[in-house]
Protein backbone atom coordinates (compact mmCIF):
# COMPACT_ATOMS: atom_id res chain seq x y z
CA UNK A 1 0.00 0.00 0.00
CA UNK A 2 1.00 3.53 -0.75
CA UNK A 3 0.75 6.51 0.84
CA UNK A 4 -1.06 9.37 -0.76
CA UNK A 5 0.15 12.77 0.34
CA UNK A 6 -2.61 15.17 0.40
CA UNK A 7 -2.17 18.84 -0.38
CA UNK A 8 -1.86 21.15 2.38
CA UNK A 9 -2.49 25.14 2.28
CA UNK A 10 -2.17 27.91 3.93
CA UNK A 11 -4.76 31.03 3.83
CA UNK A 12 -7.20 33.82 5.58
CA UNK A 13 -10.30 33.30 6.82
CA UNK A 14 -12.42 35.75 4.70
CA UNK A 15 -15.82 34.51 6.40
CA UNK A 16 -17.12 32.11 9.58
CA UNK A 17 -20.59 32.81 8.59
CA UNK A 18 -21.96 29.38 7.76
CA UNK A 19 -22.59 26.81 10.26
CA UNK A 20 -19.41 24.46 9.99
CA UNK A 21 -17.92 25.95 6.79
CA UNK A 22 -15.11 28.50 6.76
CA UNK A 23 -14.02 30.46 3.19
CA UNK A 24 -10.51 30.52 3.34
CA UNK A 25 -8.74 33.08 0.99
CA UNK A 26 -5.07 31.72 -0.73
CA UNK A 27 -2.72 33.89 -1.93
CA UNK A 28 0.32 32.92 -4.73
CA UNK A 29 2.93 35.10 -6.61
CA UNK A 30 3.65 34.18 -9.86
CA UNK A 31 5.89 35.96 -12.59
CA UNK A 32 4.06 37.54 -15.33
CA UNK A 33 4.90 36.31 -18.97
CA UNK A 34 5.11 39.78 -20.77
CA UNK A 35 5.94 41.89 -18.45
CA UNK A 36 8.02 39.90 -15.55
CA UNK A 37 6.18 41.33 -12.52
CA UNK A 38 5.28 39.28 -9.97
CA UNK A 39 1.39 39.03 -9.58
CA UNK A 40 -0.62 38.15 -6.39
CA UNK A 41 -3.46 35.44 -7.43
CA UNK A 42 -5.97 34.29 -4.66
CA UNK A 43 -8.44 31.55 -5.00
CA UNK A 44 -10.78 31.30 -2.24
CA UNK A 45 -11.64 27.55 -0.90
CA UNK A 46 -14.56 25.86 1.37
CA UNK A 47 -13.82 24.89 4.20
CA UNK A 48 -15.25 21.71 6.89
CA UNK A 49 -14.30 23.43 10.42
CA UNK A 50 -16.27 20.67 12.59
CA UNK A 51 -15.93 22.49 15.95
CA UNK A 52 -16.30 25.86 14.39
CA UNK A 53 -13.18 27.16 15.99
CA UNK A 54 -12.00 29.54 13.15
CA UNK A 55 -12.90 33.38 12.90
CA UNK A 56 -12.53 35.82 10.13
CA UNK A 57 -8.65 37.21 9.87
CA UNK A 58 -7.30 34.10 11.67
CA UNK A 59 -4.05 32.39 9.59
CA UNK A 60 -5.28 28.49 8.99
CA UNK A 61 -3.35 25.69 7.69
CA UNK A 62 -5.85 23.68 5.73
CA UNK A 63 -5.57 19.53 3.75
CA UNK A 64 -7.86 17.74 1.16
CA UNK A 65 -10.36 15.47 2.47
CA UNK A 66 -13.31 13.59 1.38
CA UNK A 67 -16.18 15.58 -0.29
CA UNK A 68 -18.61 16.76 2.37
CA UNK A 69 -20.87 18.97 -0.18
CA UNK A 70 -21.53 20.32 -2.90
CA UNK A 71 -18.09 22.87 -2.27
CA UNK A 72 -16.68 21.74 0.45
CA UNK A 73 -13.55 19.27 -0.69
CA UNK A 74 -11.41 20.55 1.83
CA UNK A 75 -10.92 20.56 6.05
CA UNK A 76 -9.34 22.19 8.81
CA UNK A 77 -5.98 21.46 10.14
CA UNK A 78 -4.68 24.60 12.50
CA UNK A 79 -5.00 27.88 13.73
CA UNK A 80 -1.85 29.59 13.16
CA UNK A 81 -3.01 32.94 14.12
Do not use: C
Not at 6 to 24: N, Y
Not at 37 to 54: I, L, R
Amino acid sequence: MSTISKRTLTGEVVSDKTAKTIVVRVERRTMHPKYNKFVTKSKKYHVHDEKEEASTGNLVTIIESKPYSKLKRWELVSIQK
